[in-house]
């Protein structure tokens, strides 16, 4: 049987003019309270921006075989207890006669800040894949087979992201895949590493422009780290779930 990838295309082009609406209309928010947007983060902040790509995710797995599954989406119910940590929030989890399926995690990176947000976006993904992993090992999630863990992240085509970055280490060289690189091709290092650790099952980025406000284009840096790859990974993990648990 083949998988059903539910039209990630189309939807993923509604998900990002929403991504890049809601951020605008955070923003108008603020400035009508009258308080100063520092570095755009009421944009990030507003709530919401990520949440069709949720939709997405909710669909896939609806689409492959676990219509029936219980899809948690409220704050309240999305916690999951770490190793290094008590807890930590996902975006999405989805679970299935008791079992945990799946746990993803989505990040956006707009500018005009790309240098310290790159580092706190790096330093998350990986300090929440390793725990969660961990946690796993060490029986947080009881006697069940690995779930997917998906990391998913869209940041703004822009001047700032696809200029080279310039690195000055005092003692050691960078790695020689950093020398040379933008912040877009960082990040798409960043997934291809992400996976390759197994921190996560799948993990992809995604860039956009501004001006793709109303079309919702995107493009992908690489084959491994499509969004195409993220979905289809996504289906087939759902796909033998359910044929496991049916």
């Known amino acids: 049987m083949a998988l059903d990838l539910a039209a990630y295309e189309e939807k993923a082009r509604k998900a990002v003019v929403h991504f890049w609406s809601s951020r605008e209309k955070a923003k108008a928010k603020q400035k009508e309270a009258g308080r100063t947007d520092q570095g755009e983060r009421s944009g990030v902040t507003g709530?919401?921006?990520?949440?069709?790509?949720?939709?997405?995710?909710?669909?896939?797995?609806?689409?492959?075989?676990?219509?029936?599954?219980?899809?948690?989406?409220?704050?309240?119910?999305?916690?999951?207890?770490?190793?290094?940590?008590?807890?930590?929030?996902?975006?999405?989890l989805i679970t299935y006669k008791g079992e945990l399926i799946v746990a993803v995690e989505l990040k956006s990176h707009a500018g005009p800040s790309f240098s310290k947000n790159f580092n706190n976006r790096t330093e998350e993904a990986i300090g929440t894949g390793h725990d969660f992993r961990v946690a796993l090992r060490e029986g947080a999630f009881g006697d069940q087979p690995k779930p997917f863990v998906g990391w998913l992240i869209l940041v703004e085509d822009a001047a700032g992201s696809n200029s080279v970055v310039r690195d000055a280490t005092l003692h050691y060289p960078v790695f020689a895949e950093f020398r040379g690189t933008s912040y877009l091709q960082r990040y798409d290092l960043l997934c291809q590493r992400l996976e390759r650790e197994q921190l996560y099952s799948a993990a992809s980025v995604i860039s956009s422009r501004r001006i793709d406000e109303h079309s919702g284009d995107y493009a992908d840096l690489s084959d491994s780290t499509s969004l195409k790859t993220f979905v289809a990974s996504l289906a087939g993990h759902v796909a033998a779930a359910a044929a496991r648990l049916g």
């Open 47 to 92: 709530g919401g921006n990520m949440n069709r790509f949720v939709d997405l995710v909710v669909d896939i797995v609806k689409a492959n075989g676990l219509a029936q599954a219980e899809i948690h989406q409220k704050r309240k119910v999305l916690t999951l207890p770490g190793y290094f940590r008590p807890t930590k929030i996902w975006d999405v």
